[in-house]
């Protein structure tokens, strides 16, 4: 498939103020696309500029939310060179999310050629400091514009690109978050192994609730006994239990991050025990009390290294280790972010550096 390329004739100015930064409300000049229909397949790639769809109030994303997405990052690399970190892990999870969907796949290696020619497009909207980057939003969409519950024939799949700081307000501050007892998220067989943008839309209100509490983001419990520790609203979860850092198993309806599987390579290059298993939340609970839970933290590719000072369970606020960041905490956020800006080695061949 060739790849069009329609430049817009006014750019908009870059020169993007970091601090102001609020995740994902401002858009480069440029995005990708492509369509699929039955007779031609994925057609019609082009880079051209960002714009509004004009698509039937009937849309069968609208109704059905049959769609499904993924989050990377480009960074600034060295001044001079523009990075990805397993790019190719997200375009291999999206099609895993597309299949779920019954969305047809895309060509991962042809896409992601595109993101490379989108990128040094929008090579200006990188900002060059640390802590921030060019966040990355593929997304596919049912095109249809048929309310009879069906797979959509027709799709879109786009990329936009977004300038993004700290995904926390607060920064690396450590969080404080909710255990949710009430609602739930996923439970296997559904769809919470992947990045269907349905699971975001249902986990709002636990969000929600969390922030009129006074947190930052809602823990999930497994749906079924309730007890088994699931992921954050936008994060997987570590904790440090006697010294280990302990995650959640994949238990087929928790998200397989792509930033979880880096931070378990990671330490444990590091040296430091991992272990994923099913952790209850009254381990935990009880950990923190007695002190053996001494940190928490939660990873993924907007969150990055968040870690968690205090957990609200059942109307009880409970501080891990002192509140604040731990040291293994600290170590895998300056080790993985090293990574990323190009500060310590890339011992696991992770980053894919473009030359512009
Ligand atoms: C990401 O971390 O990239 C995600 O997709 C989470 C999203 C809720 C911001």
Redesign the pocket.
Known sequence: MELKINLKKERQNTEINPEKLD??RIFTDHMFEMYYTPEKGWHNAQIVPFHNFDLSPATMVFHYAQSV????KAYKYKGKYIALMRPEENFKRLNRSARRLVIPEIDEEFVLNALIELLKIEKNWIPDKKGYAL?IRPTIIGTDPVIRLKPSENYLFYIILSPVGP?YKNGFKPAKILVETEYVRSVRGQTGDT?ASAN?GISLIAGKKATELGYDQALWLDAIERRYIEEV???NIFFVIDGKIVTPKLRGSILPGI?RDSIIKLAKHLGYEVEERDITIDEVIEGIEKGKVTECFGT????VISPVGVLGYKGKNYIIGNGEIGPISKRLFDEYTGIQYGEKEDVFGWLKIIEY
């Not at 997405?69 to 990377?72: P, R």
């Not at 993924?300 to 969150?303: C, I, Q, R």
């Open positions: 995740f994902g997405f993924e989050g990377l966040y995904y990045k975001y609203g936008s994060m930033t993924g590719t907007a969150a």
